[in-house]
């Protein structure tokens, strides 16, 4: 917040510091101009008085004129210094003291001397006895041949010129940049062409090591191996493996997707590049594909080393899924994707990048060869949460009375940096109350504030909510091994996720399937209803936690009709067809309207029966629904082994 509104004043700021010194330069420029054109025509006019052409005619004939200079559309004339003045005044209607002294100092002289030099001047009038005129009464006369003064000519086709460019070009760059929101206006245009400016940070060694990183021990063991490959390449090479070019971190913000990159780079000892995605995204387009070139042009020199692009989301947005596309992402998108085919990875470069919306990247950067190892780092459970909060507090002197335990209890939900934060605030709190060490009290206070403090932007579940989410969770699991009799899942979850949903289920991996049978298809069904049922069942309420479920199994219903000829109804008439299989993969309605209405019912009987069918499955095994949820409620996460376990424990004993 504080951040932005500095960067604001900044950027409002900096045009107006700036155009003083534009508009100093301007107007001095245009003064010098006209100095130098009054001094140069000065030079060559003195005071000049204009006459009727009937007084320009009296005057040649009183043969007081000395020289007639005839321009293009005036004529100028001097006085003979000898002239008698009486007359000339007379001609001229001048009223003036005739018996003038003669001049006695400098500056009547002077005087005397401009009025000799005195020029008169009149309009030129189609006179063709002016020639002969002039020459009766022996009047030297001459039309100049107009000839440019160099230094103003100089200044008008050049200097004039550029000028008006430049504050044109000034203007328009300034609007520019504000349209674009361009920080540090005029200095941070000015400097883009010259991106040679550090644009990536370089640790030579970030001393951060993998006993940094609490929790995450499958994220640090994917990670292990690219380690070993930066330390030692000759043993893949030897056997003829090729080493991974880059690994792709993916998970909510918070969990410790940079430190885990960091701590890739302090284990092999080499250097760490790191760059934001957001800083390759330039409003000129070419810059961000300069700036890839560059970067991967100083990571050459200094292999074995690691290059890290944070959120690169920014840069690496699928291309086809937008009508107006950015020319300057995409072409920053295609110098990554070209460079890290480029390079040699047996030379040691890793590119380690992290985000957390993997689901919008391009699919080519996902393919093989490029980010093709992909690193889940999730929101901590339970004993990682306490393990983090054990990295953290070391860093602080702790009370004899602190129980990490029961903090790492009291903050499901939280991320790393989260606890971090909190372990932070505790000691704040205990030096504001003047300890020497951070009681359990100052923990608990902290964690109240930061939870309280994020209460809308994350999800730390209340109990309720929690055992909600965990009755909901098993509905799903339960239905699925009571219809299947195996293992349903491989783990579930109760630590909410930014990512997914509130709970979180890990299924079986399933055999490649190429064909459903229809009782495979309810079963589906039936599964996906029975978070829902699980929740009618036990709460006797419903949750806004199903809407996933019932999109999914209405789509699958829906299909079963249209598609698949399984409806009693229409049998095996087709009503929809599946367009642009390789890009959106839309189903398109076939049939006539009425037909539309008639699928809708059949797609609502399929999902009420096997609504019906989910919450008889429940009701009928309601204590193993109970006992499992209650298992997951306090341990925030159980496996499948565990749950079959209880699921049978329970069968043997209603046998026994
Ligand atoms: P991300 O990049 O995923 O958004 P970071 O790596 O920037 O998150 O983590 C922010 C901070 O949170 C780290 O500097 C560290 O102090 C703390 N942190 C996060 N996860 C962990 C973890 N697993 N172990 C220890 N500290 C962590
Ligand atoms: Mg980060
Ligand atoms: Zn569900």
Redesign the pocket.
């Given at each position: 917040m504080d951040n932005n509104q500095i960067d604001n004043n900044d950027r409002k700021q900096t045009p107006e510091r700036h155009s003083p010194n534009i508009f100093n330069f301007l107007i001095i420029g245009l003064i010098l101009t006209f100095a130098l054109n009054i001094m140069v025509s000065n030079r060559m006019a003195n005071q000049k008085v204009q006459i009727e052409y009937s007084q320009f005619i009296q005057l040649v004939e009183s043969d007081t004129v000395k020289q007639v200079q005839i321009e293009t559309d005036q004529i100028a004339l001097t006085l003979k210094p000898e002239a008698d003045r009486a007359e000339v005044q007379r001609i001229l209607g001048t009223e003036e003291n005739t018996a003038e002294p003669a001049p006695q100092n400098r500056f009547q002289q002077m005087a005397e001397q401009a009025r000799q030099n005195q020029v008169y001047y009149t309009g030129r009038i189609e006179d063709p006895g002016l020639t002969e005129r002039l020459l009766a009464h022996d009047v030297a006369f001459y039309r100049p041949i107009v000839q440019n003064n160099p230094i103003m000519s100089f200044i008008t086709s050049w200097i004039f010129p550029i000028v008006i460019f430049y504050v044109i070009y000034y203007f328009l760059m300034r609007s520019l940049s504000k349209r674009m929101g361009g920080a540090g206006g005029m200095g941070g245009l000015m400097n883009v062409g010259k991106s040679k400016a550090k644009f990536y940070d370089m640790e030579k060694n970030t001393g951060v090591t993998f006993n940094?990183?609490?929790?995450?021990d499958e994220a640090k063991e994917s990670l292990t191996e690219m380690v070993d490959f930066l330390h030692s390449p000759e043993k893949y090479q030897e056997i003829g493996a090729v080493q991974p070019k880059g690994a792709l971190?993916v998970?909510?913000?918070?969990?410790?997707?940079?430190?885990?990159?960091?701590a890739v780079a302090g284990e092999a000892k080499v250097p760490f590049f790191s760059i934001s995605g957001s800083e390759f995204v330039e409003m000129y387009v070419g810059v961000g594909a300069s700036r890839v070139r560059d970067l991967f042009e100083q990571a050459k020199k200094q292999a074995p080393c690691i290059i890290f692009i944070?959120e690169i989301d920014a840069i690496g947005k699928s291309r086809d899924n937008q009508l107006g596309s950015n020319d300057e992402r995409e072409q920053t998108l295609n110098q990554l994707l070209s460079e890290m085919d480029g390079f040699d990875s047996s030379k040691g470069i890793l590119i380690l990048a992290?985000t957390?919306r993997p689901e919008v990247l391009d699919k080519a950067l996902l393919r093989p060869g490029r980010f093709d190892r992909r690193v889940i780092?999730e929101k901590?459970d339970l004993p990682?949460r306490e393990?983090?909060l054990a990295?953290?507090a070391k860093k602080v002197t702790l009370g004899a009375d602190v129980n990490l335990r029961d903090i790492a209890l009291a903050t499901s939900g939280a991320?790393?940096?989260?606890?971090?934060?909190m372990v932070n605030e505790a000691a704040v709190r205990a030096v504001r109350l003047g300890r020497k060490e951070v009681l359990q009290e100052d923990l608990m206070e902290a964690v109240e504030v930061v939870i309280a403090g994020k209460e809308k932007k994350d999800r730390i579940m209340n109990a309720k909510e929690k055992r909600m989410v965990a009755f909901h969770e098993v509905g799903h699991a339960l239905a699925s091994a009571l219809q299947k009799n195996s293992q349903p899942v491989q783990k579930i979850t109760i630590v909410p996720r930014t990512m997914g949903s509130l709970g979180y289920t890990m299924n079986m991996p399933e055999e490649e399937r190429y064909l459903l049978t229809k009782g495979e298809l309810l079963a589906r069904i039936t599964t996906l209803l029975a978070g829902r049922a699980a929740e009618e069942v036990e709460f006797g309420e419903m949750s806004t936690g199903a809407s996933n479920d019932i999109e999914r199994a209405t789509k699958l219903a829906r299909t079963m009709v249209t598609q698949y000829g399984m409806s009693d109804k229409f049998g095996m008439m087709g009503l929809e067809s599946t367009q642009n299989q390789y890009l959106d993969g839309r189903n398109v309605f076939t049939g006539s309207e009425s037909t539309g209405a008639a699928v809708d019912g059949e797609v609502s009987k399929i999902i009420d029966g096997c609504h019906d069918e989910a919450l008889k499955l429940l009701r009928e095994n309601k204590d193993k629904l109970v006992e499992i949820a209650e298992f997951l409620v306090e341990k925030e996460t159980i496996t499948g082994e565990q749950f079959m376990e209880i699921l049978n424990r329970n069968k043997n004993a209603a046998i026994a």
């Open positions: 940094d990183v609490a929790g995450q971190l998970g909510p913000p918070g969990t410790g997707k940079t430190l885990l990159a960091k944070d992290a957390n780092v901590p990682g393990a983090i990295v953290h991320a790393g940096a989260d606890l971090a934060n």
